[in-house]
């Protein structure tokens, strides 16, 4: 799926602000932030969560491998005026993409579900953290028929994710620390009805 021709509209869904406010919420939740965190967004798309999160923490760093989400999340942190704490910037863990520096947290939304191989990403996640930095993903449930993705036949990604199995896959890739929280609902109409899917919020650190 090619985001980038969704990015100019993609704030204007009020399911998607509702969603980024109430995983910020998580992320307060289980993270003790400090507020002088170096953080990285990873798949941030137009950055709606690390916006709803940027008075928590020092600078924030919107990453995604979409061009044109990119621009957006920069055009949204000018617009802002938050140019001196946070910039947006093309970068693809699964890729060869140069480094985007080290980081004491990275979190993210809804995007490791695209990523067809998640432990290369989480294994280069895991590289740009400094020791005891701490990872927080918000990701769907495991959605077994699949029908979270079922209008987009372009989809080559994951149909949710299943907490045990990730958190394994967190444990070998060297995280410590694992947790699980629900963080919010996607609600959306799917075959003429209303559904709910639920979203995790995982927690995990690597070693100091
Ligand atoms: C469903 S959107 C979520 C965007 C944003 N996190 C939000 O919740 O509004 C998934 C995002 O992940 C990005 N993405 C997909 N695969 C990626 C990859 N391998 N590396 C970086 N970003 C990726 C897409 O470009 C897209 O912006």
Known sequence: MDFSDRAATW??????????????E??????DLTGA?????FGGGTGLLSRALAD????????????????????????????????????????DDTDPGQFDVIWSMLALHHVP???VALARL????KPGGRLALADLD???????HQAHGDFHGHDGFDRHTLGHALQRIGFQDIAFDTATTVDKEVDGARRSYPVFLVTARVPR
């Open 11 to 24: 704030d204007d869904d009020p399911e998607k602000l509702r969603n980024a406010a109430q995983v910020a």
């Open 26 to 31: 998580a992320v307060r939740r289980n993270l």
């Open 37 to 41: 965190e170096d953080v990285l967004e």
């Open 56 to 95: 928590d923490v020092g600078t924030v760093v919107i990453t995604d491998a979409a061009p044109g989400m990119v621009a957006v999340a920069q055009q949204r942190i000018d617009d802002l005026g938050r140019g001196d704490r946070m910039r947006a910037a093309l970068f693809d863990p699964t890729s």
């Open 117 to 119: 191989d998640i432990d």
């Open 126 to 129: 895991r590289g740009l953290l």
């Open 142 to 148: 495991e959605d077994p028929g699949g029908s979270f």
